[in-house]
Structure formats: structure tokens, C-alpha cells
């Protein structure tokens, strides 16, 4: 833990949602953690449980685990100098980036800075070049990072102290200023020198394939596209086609059975908001003042209207504006007070926000993979007992599938973590 107090660098690790109070959306203040596991604020979670009247009233609000009286509450003076650090932190590096560029740590190692300069330097010019010519040099800088890191894993004279600092640099470089969606979720992992300069390696190893795969297909859709222009006369009517637009997708194999369902508003949280369509879902600035009704969600969740107790079903849900969420589906009968997965009746897949996917049925969780789905595919064969989770790109690919033992009709389900305002979660349609 001392690595924490070297500097306003955040831990690659870390992010807001790690140190946040579901209750009231903002970091932990006072933080007291319950004999289950979870932390709260203590004075949001001593005025929730002050507004319930129903049994079981000292439930954790995560996963409803109960006690026949209130337990007491210490401060977790460690999360809350994680808070506190991490608040800092956010706050220097905001004042200290509002020049030219990230700032690393004091005295930043000679053999890294220049390429991680470089990279910060690209980064920012971005917008205003050829998408594939960004790749092209970020790619080299990768390459030559890797090529550091190689040479500080030879260099058996290299102090314990010199290589941790290196490596701090560099993990503070990618929390700084680089898409972590193209990295490890783990860049760094190991306690020893060795073990970070291989944690590291494999990391930017990794980079390189992933920059590799995602500029091959960019650049050829970048030449297809100037070949179109080429041939199609243009007319000032016509805008220009985005480079950044992903590969067509094919048709989809589950077309036939697909629906589109509406978000039911007797279910709707008091923290969540829909658009008119009722097809997109909002985590609100502030609570609504929605008409009492038993039937409504406490935490961030709401059900769709379309009761499915027969048949085959496919709807997709694009993700994409969401940082932390769950979809699949429950029972209309489903606790208003518990979570989507944690029950006998709700099953669905989540992100963490933390880099990792998880599948979720009666508060069990099965680890799937460190990869965000853009957009989530849901089948449902009631006649097969099947429910199936796809991650939607140019076809779809299978995340999870399960059997399932409903004699009841299951409705599609949602629940988006409720500490980031403006968080979304919208239901495609699917063609």
C-alpha cells in the first residue's frame, strides 16, 4: 500500500465506482461496511434504514442479507483513506492536466518518458488526422515500450526501487491518458519487480494485438471507402461517410424471433428515468416523484411490460453509456427490495465497471471474461428452458447460456448502477 501515498497518481486498478455508495451516488464519506461485505455511507445507510418499516429492516441494500437487530456500525478507516486519497488525487491530476498534457510523477525515468510523451502527444492530435495513421505510430510507440520493457527485465543491475518506480510511471501514463478498454484489466498484479516487468510486458503485448486486429479492418474500410468516392459522383447533399463507423454488421440469426420490448413504469425505480419511447433508460440526476406503488424497484431497476411465458424471444440492449449494469430477465414477482441475479427467480449477466463480466442466479457468481460487450444479445427458448447472452459486433458472440426452470412468465430486466448520473442502457432494434 505505500505505493499510494508516492504521488496524485490514481492505481490502474482503482476506479470511482470501487470507492462509491450506491445509496447516494457520490464516494464513500464516513464509510461503515456490513457484516455481508458492503460498504455504505454510514449516515445514507442509517436514513434508509430509518425509512424502512418492513422486515428484514438492517438488510444490506446490495444483497438484502439481514440481522435480527441492528448491527453496529464502525467507520472502515481504510476505505475511507482510499476515498480520500483517491479524491486527491482525481483533484491534482484534473489541476495539473489542464496544459498541455498529463503530468507522471517527479522526476519521470529517462527511458520511458520520451515514448510515453510521444504517446500523450498523438492522443491529443488524434482528431484532427487519419485514423489509420494514428494507429500506424501508435503502434510503433507500443512496439517500443515493449522493446523498454524487455531491455529493464535484462538489466539484472536495475534496483528494486528504480524499477518500481519505472513501472509506477508507466501504469500512471495509461490511467492518464490511455483507452484501457485495449488493455489488461490487471496491468499490474505482482508484488516483485520481476513480476510487474511481466505483467507489464504481457499487458502491452497484448496492446500491440488488439491495435493490430482493430486498424487491419479500419484501414481497409478506409480504403473501401475512397473507392466508393471514387466511383459515386459527389453532390453537395451528400455528407461525407464516417471512418470511424464499425464494419456492417450481417443479419441477424435470431431476426425472426426478435421483439422490442417497452420499459413498464409501474416497475420503474425512483432513481431512473425513461424516454418517451420507452426504450432508453436513465440513472436521474436527482430521485422522481413517481406515484407510490408496491411494485416499484428501490434500487436502480425496472422490468419490461412483456410478460414471456411461451415461444422464443431474442431483444439486444446496447450498453455502451453505461459504466456499471445487468440485464436479463425475472418474475413479475420478483423481491422489489433485491437485486437482478441475486434471486430464485431473475437471472442476468453484469459489468462490474471493473473490468469483468459475470453471470448471476441466486446470488451466484460465475466469472465470464475482462471484455465490455458494446452491445448485449438476449435469447430466451422457453420451450427449451434455454436462456442464452451474446455480445452483438458485425454477428453475435455467446457469453453465457443456461437452463432455466420457470413456470412462470419471465419479463426482460434491468438494473444500472446508480452512483453516475446519465448512465443509459437502450433497447435496439434489431434488423
Known amino acids: 500500500m505505500a505505493g499510494l501515498d508516492s504521488g496524485p497518481a490514481i492505481p490502474v486498478w482503482l476506479n470511482e465506482d470501487d470507492l462509491g455508495c450506491i445509496i447516494c451516488r457520490g464516494l464513500l464519506d464516513c464509510p461503515v461496511t456490513l457484516p455481508c461485505g458492503h460498504s455504505f455511507c454510514s449516515s445514507c445507510l442509517k436514513s434508509l434504514w430509518g425509512s424502512w418499516a418492513e422486515k428484514p429492516r438492517w438488510a444490506c441494500p446490495t444483497c438484502r442479507e439481514g440481522a435480527p437487530q441492528k448491527p453496529p456500525l464502525r467507520k472502515n478507516?481504510?476505505?475511507?483513506?482510499?476515498?480520500?486519497?483517491?479524491?486527491?488525487?482525481?483533484?491534482?491530476?484534473?489541476?495539473?492536466?489542464?496544459?498541455?498534457?498529463?503530468?507522471?510523477?517527479?522526476?519521470?525515468?529517462?527511458?520511458l518518458g520520451p515514448a510515453l510523451c510521444s504517446i500523450f502527444a498523438?492522443?491529443?492530435?488524434?482528431?484532427?488526422?487519419?485514423?489509420?495513421?494514428?494507429?500506424?505510430?501508435?503502434?510503433?510507440?507500443?512496439?517500443?515500450?515493449?522493446?523498454?520493457?524487455?531491455?529493464?527485465?535484462?538489466?539484472?543491475?536495475?534496483?528494486?526501487?528504480?524499477?518500481?518506480?519505472?513501472?509506477?510511471?508507466?501504469?500512471?501514463?495509461?490511467?492518464?491518458?490511455?483507452?484501457?478498454?485495449?488493455?489488461?484489466?490487471?496491468?499490474?498484479?505482482?508484488?516483485?519487480?520481476?513480476?510487474?516487468?511481466?505483467?507489464?510486458?504481457?499487458?502491452?503485448e497484448e496492446i500491440q494485438e488488439k491495435l493490430r486486429e482493430n486498424f487491419t479492418w479500419k484501414e481497409a474500410f478506409e480504403k473501401q471507402t475512397q473507392v466508393e468516392l471514387l466511383e459515386t459522383p459527389s453532390t453537395s447533399s451528400c455528407p461525407l461517410p464516417d471512418q470511424n463507423h464499425p464494419a456492417p454488421r450481417k443479419a441477424s440469426r435470431f431476426a425472426q424471433w426478435a421483439i422490442h420490448p417497452t420499459f413498464d413504469l409501474r416497475s420503474l425505480s425512483c432513481s431512473l428515468e425513461v424516454s418517451e419511447d420507452l426504450r432508453t433508460v436513465t440513472v436521474s440526476h436527482w430521485p422522481q416523484s413517481y406515484p407510490w406503488s408496491r411494485e416499484r424497484f428501490k434500487a436502480c431497476q425496472v422490468l419490461c411490460s412483456q410478460a414471456l411465458s411461451s415461444g422464443q424471444h431474442y431483444w439486444e440492449v446496447d450498453t455502451q453509456q453505461c459504466s456499471h449494469w445487468a440485464v436479463g430477465v425475472a418474475s413479475w414477482e420478483m423481491n422489489r427490495d433485491q437485486i437482478l441475479g441475486r434471486t430464485r427467480d431473475s437471472?442476468?449477466?453484469?459489468?462490474?465497471?471493473?473490468?469483468?463480466?459475470?453471470?448471476?442466479?441466486?446470488?451466484?457468481?460465475?466469472?465470464?471474461?475482462s471484455d465490455k460487450p458494446g452491445v448485449v444479445g438476449i435469447w430466451l427458448d422457453l420451450e427449451g428452458k434455454k436462456l442464452a447472452f451474446y455480445a452483438v459486433a458485425n454477428q453475435e458472440k455467446l457469453l453465457y447460456e443456461c437452463e432455466i426452470s420457470a413456470s412462470y412468465p419471465l419479463h426482460p430486466a434491468f438494473w444500472l448502477y446508480g452512483l453516475h448520473p446519465t448512465n443509459s442502457l437502450i433497447i435496439k432494434q434489431v434488423k
Request: charged fraction near 25%.
Open 77 to 111: 478507516t481504510l476505505l475511507q483513506d482510499l476515498a480520500d486519497k483517491y479524491s486527491r488525487a482525481v483533484r491534482e491530476l484534473e489541476e495539473g492536466g489542464r496544459g498541455a498534457g498529463p503530468e507522471l510523477a517527479p522526476g519521470p525515468a529517462p527511458m
Open 122 to 204: 498523438l492522443l491529443k492530435a488524434a482528431a484532427q488526422r487519419s485514423i489509420t495513421e494514428v494507429g500506424r505510430e501508435l503502434g510503433e510507440l507500443v512496439e517500443q515500450l515493449v522493446d523498454i520493457t524487455r531491455s529493464l527485465q535484462n538489466q539484472r543491475s536495475l534496483s528494486q526501487s528504480e524499477a518500481d518506480n519505472e513501472l509506477t510511471i508507466l501504469g500512471t501514463a495509461f490511467s492518464s491518458g490511455v483507452d484501457l478498454s485495449l488493455a489488461s484489466p490487471k496491468l499490474v498484479t505482482s508484488n516483485t519487480s520481476e513480476g510487474k516487468m511481466r505483467d507489464v510486458l504481457h499487458a502491452l
Open 347 to 369: 437471472w442476468c449477466v453484469e459489468w462490474m465497471g471493473t473490468s469483468q463480466l459475470c453471470a448471476w442466479h441466486m446470488a451466484k457468481e460465475l466469472v465470464l471474461s
